[in-house]
Structure formats: C-alpha cells, structure tokens
C-alpha cells in the first residue's frame, strides 16, 4: 500500500531533481539539501530580524509609523533588511515542506529515523508561531485581522481567564503593554524553534544544516533581487472599529486563517492536531522492517574508530575494552538506531577477501549478509564469466546496492552484477581481490545518486576510499583505470546502460591482461 | 558554454523561485468581510449569582480553629451560568448560557460572539440572566443603532456602572 504511494511519487520527483541536477551539479542541487537550507534561511530571518528591531518602535502608536518609516525612508536597508525577513520566512516555509514531503516519499521516515521525523512537527507549529507573530507587529490591517483571528482561534480552547480577543474590541482596549507581550513572543518563539531544530538533529551523525556555498550565494542574490523588485510594504494602519474587509494575505503562513473563517474555530483545531498526530504516527504506518543490527566481533576488533567515523547515523560508539586485549577501545553498536546499511562492515580493516579461511571473520558484521556471503556472491558471480561472455569482450562486475539504480536489470552478456545493502559496505580490498586476481578486468560500483546516498554517506566514504582520502583507502597498486563509478537513482537505468557501454569500451582500449605486482620487475 | 548554459539554468530554478515566494506572500487578495457589512460583537464577561448564599458559622465550631482561620461566615464559591439573550431586528440570534470560570466554578462567565449585519439601522435587544432564566432578566438594554459599511459595534457590560453598554 505505501510502496504504491510512493513510487509513483518517487518517480516524479526524481524526474524533478534530474532537471534541478542538470544546471546545479549534484553538489548544489537544491533538492538535496532543503533542512539545509530551511536552517540557512532561519539565519537570515534572525540577522534581518534583529536589523529591523533596531529601528522597531514598541506602541501600539509608534509601530506602524517606525515599519512605515524603515520601508519608505530607509528603503535601501531597512526596507531590504524588511523585504528579506519577510520573504526568507516564506521560503522556510517552502523548503521545510518540500524537505518534509521528499522525506516521505524517499521513504527516509521510518525505522531510526522516526525521532527526526517526529521532531520536525513541533518546528512546523513553531515556524507558524514565529511566522504570524511577526505580521502582527507591524500593526497594520493584516496585523489587526492575523491578530483577532488568532486571538478567536486560541479563546475557543477557553484556558484565558478572559478572552484574549477582548483585547482587540476597541482601540482603548489594546495596550501597550500587550504590544511588548507579542514583541516577547516574536522574539521568545523562534528561539523555541531554533531549540526544536537542535533537537530535530541531534540524532544525525554529521548534520548539514550549511547549504553549499554556490547555493548559499545564490539563494541571498535571489532574495535580495526579490527585495529590490518587489519590497515588503504594509497595508493601512489598523483600526479596531473598523472591520478588515480585504488583505493581501501571505499564503504561506496565513492559509488556514480563510479556513478559520469558513468553518470555525474547532473545525480548525481538529484540522491542525489531527493532522499533527498523523503525521507523527506515519513512522509506524507501516512501521519499517529494520533487519539485524550489526554485530562486533571482540576477537577481531582492534578499536580502530573507523566504524565509529563512517557510522551515518552513531549508531557505533567506543567504549573502553574490558577483555584485556591489547586495545584501548572496542567498537559497540547500538541496536535501535542501527539500520544495518554495513557501512562499518566497509569501512573495518579486518573486512578483506583475501583471507584463506572459508568463514571470512570481520571486526564488525552484518548477521543478516556477512562479509563472507558477500565474497561467496562475489566468487559466483565471477564464476559465471567465463561461461557467458563473448569473445573479445571485457569482464566486467558490477557491485550495486538496495536503493540505487535496479542492477538486477542489467542484460549486458559481460557483465555479473552483485547486490549489496549500501555502496559503502564494499571495502575496497574487494576491487584489489577481483583485479589483482584478475577474475574481472573490470569493477563498476554504483549506488544511489550523488548527495543523495539512502544511508547518508555510502557514496561519499566509497568515493573517499577510492581516492585515498578515507581509510580504508584502495591500494595503490590497483589500477584505477579498471574501476569505475555509476551513481544514479532507481529510475536511471538508462544511464547505467549507458556507463556500461563505456566502461565496455573504455576496457577494450586498454591491455588485456592485468599486470600483477612484480610482474614488470621481471619483466 | 555548457558554464554558461549552467548559469542560466539556475537563474532561472532561482527566478521561478523568486516568483513563486513574491506573488503568494501577498496574492490572491483575500476578502474575509463582505463592503456592505457591519459587525455587531458580544463580548461579556461577567459573574453569575452564587449557588448559595453566606450563612454564618457557629461559635462552637469556630474555637476549633486557629485565630487567623476563623471567618464568621460560609461563603460556597460555586456561580450560577450567566444566559444572554441578543435579539437583532426582533430576531433571536444568540440564546446561550456560559458555564463560570475557574475550576472551582466560582469566575467569570465569558461571551464573545460575532455577528455580521449589514450596514444601516438596526434595533438591538440584550437581555442578562445571572441565574435561572425563569426568574427574569436582570440586565436588560435596548437601542436603535446606526452602522455604516465596516462598523464594529461592541455589546459589554460595565461592572462599574453595572450595566450593558453599546459603543
């Protein structure tokens, strides 16, 4: 039932992010860093925030006149420092629900990511909070109808001891001193949101909550185009004895005050908590079948770290040995936020094919696919080349993983293919096995696309690997030009083939055989 | 030139952005208030009669308790709901009872209600039971009212004169 909700949807948006990937590079697309950049427009509502308070008169006589004068007499930063308050506020609103709906349909909701998830409900009532809070301060004819509209809404839960829309009944009514009570709560609630948002991604290992810096550029230059074309200006001052009788509402924040006034006050309040327990119970909606955590194997772990490092989600911890091994640290996994992607497995100098013993035995493992089953399905896949392949043609493995691009497709008559849960569960002693041994001429690798690793970091630790930036980096000896990388999502087939062709005719150019250590000594 | 054709590539994923952030922070205007209207409100706060009224303790039960305790009279805190019936142009269009604030039932009985008429002259009738209705009401007020397009006229009560007001 949720996968058919899903995919189609994945496919779209896939689709989507590949039009975004084309001028942007994967490093910048948008898509793949919205909490990012929901966090970065945050900022730049706070630094424009804190600029227009300075010149912000706290009355109820002086706000408006103090709005009016930044926008109009100070318009080249006041009124900018105005615009981009009000408009990044709006685009957090924007990327806060597509990163939310990508979520979902990416299916990056569920299992340890439950506690992400659920805390990204309070930020949406915070975001609100925050978001109309601000419009009422400008006291105008948006603010007076935001501000007895949300009084109305709020005194249908009767916990004031005296409505709080009796403060809006006539101009005499409203003091202020309630003025600098919403000034406090435009002030008090986003600090609130900024503690929601710490705690939404305080269970991520490696958080990015910086967008890339092309992206960060960009973003500012498109705010403040947007400011200088269209600045943020006030309706007319408010009037208690008058009724509004038409706003220029900001949709993003104000699209529930239209409902309010068609269906009431407790139609709405049904509306808002229903929808936020539903949201909170989706991680259950199906609850996701997490396989077995990974397991430490104390007689081959020497508390090398590198599984805590790489770990996406810190789910590895160090702790100190016991054992008395000769090791200061041994790694320990925690069960409930594992979700076996095998990264550690990858990442565990132990992990190496090249053992003779036939149960290959690792410093950390998956109990559902261990190292040993993984250099089994190797060993077959690569048995069946021979059998299969065409004259002339180049051999070549591909490993792929759970979530990428479907290797299970590929037909190509040269090729065996061998799945694995992440990309970054490959140690790279694999592709130094496989070409040193010369059972392939050569390995492509593939995983999910670029950024947008299911487990977080698997292509980014693989590519690191590769290059020797990361340990455990592939040995010097391999030749690099034997191995090749694919990263594509589920519905990027095409460009797989398209790779395969390449890498086919790319290893045709080449020798034919693999020269072996020491082979061009003897020579 | 692909460089270029980049550029203009994300400028235009940041133009249509840009645009869709400007026209909906303040597009489609939204009318929530009918020009031809007024608004009567109703907003009251007010206290019902207590259930029961005051009696006086007994001495004996009095030299129970400390000297700073003693008080010489019982008052029970409960109130009795407070009804308002507003009548606009002889038409009922609010009858309604508040139960009192407060956990122990002993504050105020809040109103607030809204109500659209449209602009021209009006009779308005508001009657105030602080307790059962069947007794009688025991604030009554009357007028003729006036309201342009747009008006906000407010029915309170003022504790200090002790009557319904409309301003």
Not at chain 1, 243 to 253: G, P
Not at chain 1, 447 to 461: A, L, P, Q, S
């Amino acid at each position: 039932m949720l996968n058919n909700i899903q995919r189609p949807l994945q496919a779209v948006l896939l689709k989507f992010e590949g039009w975004f990937d084309r001028p942007f590079g994967p490093e910048w697309n948008p898509l793949r860093h919205l909490g990012a950049l929901s966090f970065y427009f945050f900022w730049i509502v706070a630094v424009s925030g804190i600029y227009v308070y300075i010149f912000f008169e706290t009355s109820v006589t002086g706000a408006f006149q103090s709005v009016e004068s930044m926008t109009h007499d100070q318009w080249y930063a006041g009124g900018i420092m105005r615009s981009f308050h009000r408009y990044a506020s709006d685009a957090m609103v924007v990327t806060t629900f597509i990163h939310m709906g990508r979520e979902f349909i990416m299916d990056r909701y569920r299992g340890v990511r439950w506690f992400t998830w659920v805390t990204g409900v309070p930020i949406i009532w915070l975001l609100y909070a925050s978001g109309i809070g601000g419009y009422w301060l400008v006291w105008d004819e948006l603010a007076q109808y935001l501000m007895i509209a949300s009084a109305e809404w709020l005194d249908w839960l009767s916990i004031f001891g005296e409505p709080l829309a009796n403060n809006f009944l006539t101009p005499a009514s409203f003091s202020d001193r309630m003025f600098s009570l919403l000034l406090f709560l435009h002030i008090a609630i986003p600090l609130f949101l900024l503690i929601a948002c710490f705690v939404h991604v305080v269970k991520i290992s490696r958080p990015r909550i910086n967008p890339p810096r092309g992206l960060a550029i960009g973003t500012v230059l498109m705010l403040l185009a947007l400011s200088l074309v269209k600045p943020a200006i006030s309706h007319g001052p408010a009037n208690l004895d008058k009724v509004i009788t038409a706003v220029e509402l900001d949709w993003y924040y104000a699209l529930a005050y239209p409902l309010f006034d068609m269906w009431g006050a407790g139609a709405l309040w049904l509306i808002a908590i229903t929808l936020s327990v539903f949201i909170c119970w989706l991680p259950w909606m199906p609850s996701l079948k997490i396989k077995e955590a990974a397991e430490v194997d104390n007689l081959n772990c020497n508390g090398c770290s590198r599984c805590y490092a790489d770990c996406p989600f810190g789910a590895v911890t160090m702790q100190p040995r016991t054992d008395g091994r000769p090791y200061p640290k041994i790694a320990q996994v925690d069960p409930d936020i594992c979700t076996s992607c095998g990264i550690c497995v990858g990442a565990c100098p132990t992990s190496t094919p090249f053992r003779s013993a036939d149960m290959l035995v690792t410093g950390i493992d998956l109990p559902h696919f261990r190292l040993t089953e993984l250099r089994a399905d190797t060993d077959a896949s690569l048995a069946k080349l021979p059998e299969i392949l065409p004259p002339g043609s180049p051999r070549i493995i591909i490993y792929g993983c759970d979530f990428g691009i479907d290797v299970e497709q590929i037909k190509d008559a040269n090729v065996v293919v061998t799945r694995l849960p992440c990309i970054g569960m490959l140690p790279p002693s694999f592709i130094d096995y496989i070409l040193l041994r010369d059972k392939a001429d050569g390995v492509l690798l593939t995983g999910c696309r670029e950024g947008d690793c299911y487990h977080r970091f698997g292509i980014n630790w693989t590519e690191q690997r590769l290059t020797g930036e990361r340990d455990p980096y592939l040995r010097e000896r391999v030749p690099r030009e034997r191995v090749w990388t694919c990263w594509g999502a589920v519905t990027d087939g095409a460009k797989l083939s398209d790779e395969i062709a390449a890498f086919t005719e790319h290893l045709r150019q080449l020798p034919q055989a693999i020269k072996q250590p020491g082979q061009e000594a003897a020579e | 030139m692909k460089r270029v054709l980049d550029i203009l590539g994300q400028g235009f994923a940041y133009f249509l952005f840009a645009l869709g952030i400007g026209y909906f922070a303040s597009q489609p205007t939204y009318h929530p208030f009918a020009d031809d209207q007024a608004l009567v409100k109703l907003a009251i706060s007010h206290p019902g009669q207590r259930k029961q009224a005051c009696t006086a303790r007994a001495v004996d039960h009095q030299r129970n308790i400390p000297k700073t305790a003693r008080k010489l009279m019982d008052c029970p805190r409960e109130r009795h709901p407070v009804t308002i019936e507003l009548k606009i142009d002889g038409k009922t269009v609010f009858n309604a009872a508040a139960a009192p604030s407060g956990l122990s039932s002993d504050g105020r009985s809040l109103f607030y209600e809204r109500f659209p008429v449209p602009a021209g002259s009006h009779e308005i009738l508001v009657k105030l039971f602080e307790a059962e209705t069947a007794k009688g009401s025991h604030y009554k007020f009357s007028q003729k009212i006036d309201l342009k397009p747009g008006e906000i006229a407010v029915v309170g009560f003022d504790p200090t004169a002790k009557a319904i007001y409309f301003k």
